[in-house]
């Protein structure tokens, strides 16, 4: 069922004795495994407060399919951000694509729980993403992830050696690297008013996006650095697909959502016996943890 994860033999025999069961043969651990995902999965219906996470961090990562070759499936995955800064997988969605259907079910489910507003929404540049925001939380900040906006304006330079794309990153992120408002629409203009000659293409599409770079620095200041990019979810998404290349791959969409959950439950089974995580993503799915 691939839910040791990393967890040693004689620490599935303890957590199984702990449920109850003085056997670890596959079958019944087979059987303990399928009843307590089922279990973690309904969890997806908890009801969530009325503002009660500050924002929500969106992404999906890409799957290989069993028996298809070169074929994927992609796994929505919505991110909450509470006030005190903690963070949790709130809900997911097995899609073929990342369209804005498969979106629009995720957040439409976060709405239905209870959660009716979210400060500021973060994702990449991915149509779907903002489509289905534009339905669900269309009152909602914007948040462009700012590492994939470096990475597309990188792209755009027209010369591309070493010491060219250094020194763009380093003018970009300085844009950021203040704590007020104020500066950092000031580095702004003067990126603009540096770049904009030998870079006109990149200073206007950076221009474009300036209603939705700063959003984050509307939260509270000790950790809103952390929802100015995608990195809660991508964090999560490596160690994820560590799990899964051990399997012959996903069969489809249900099955995706399945393997999902045994993730998040082999993680929090490590917490209750004692071997904590070193992910920098400390799932305590739901729990206020």
Wanted: net charge positive; proline share 2%; aromatic share 12%.
């Amino acid at each position: 069922m691939g839910f040791g994860q990393g967890m040693s033999l004689r620490s599935l025999s303890v957590w199984l004795r702990g449920l109850g069961f003085p056997t670890g043969c596959p079958s019944t651990l087979g059987r303990v495994i399928y009843g307590k995902v089922m279990e973690l999965r309904e969890r997806r219906r908890r009801a969530l407060g009325r503002g009660e996470y500050a924002a929500l961090v969106l992404d999906g990562v890409w799957l290989r399919r069993r028996g298809v070759r070169r074929g994927k499936v992609v796994l929505l995955v919505a991110t909450g951000v509470r006030w005190d800064g903690g963070f949790e997988v709130l809900d997911w969605e097995g899609c073929s694509g990342e369209s804005s259907l498969g979106y629009e079910r995720l957040l439409d489910r976060l709405y239905s729980r209870g959660l009716e507003e979210v400060e500021v929404i973060v994702g990449d540049e991915a149509c779907g993403i903002w489509e289905a925001v534009d339905v669900v939380y269309p009152y909602s900040r914007r948040q462009v992830c700012l590492w994939h906006l470096e990475r597309t304006l990188e792209g755009m330079l027209s010369r591309r050696d070493f010491w060219s794309r250094r020194r763009f990153r380093r003018a970009y992120w300085g844009i950021f690297d203040v704590d007020n408002l104020d500066e950092a629409r000031g580095r702004l203009d003067g990126f603009l008013r540096e770049w904009g000659g030998d870079e006109p293409e990149v200073a206007e599409a950076l221009k474009e996006r300036e209603g939705r770079i700063f959003q984050y620095m509307s939260l509270p200041y000790w950790w809103r650095d952390r929802v100015r990019t995608t990195n809660l979810g991508e964090s999560f998404f490596r160690h994820l697909r560590t799990f899964v290349g051990r399997f012959p791959g996903i069969r489809d969409e249900e099955h995706a959502n399945y393997i999902l959950a045994t993730y998040l439950l082999s993680i929090q089974e490590k917490v209750k016996i004692g071997r904590i995580t070193p992910y920098q993503l400390q799932l305590n799915f739901n729990t206020g943890g």
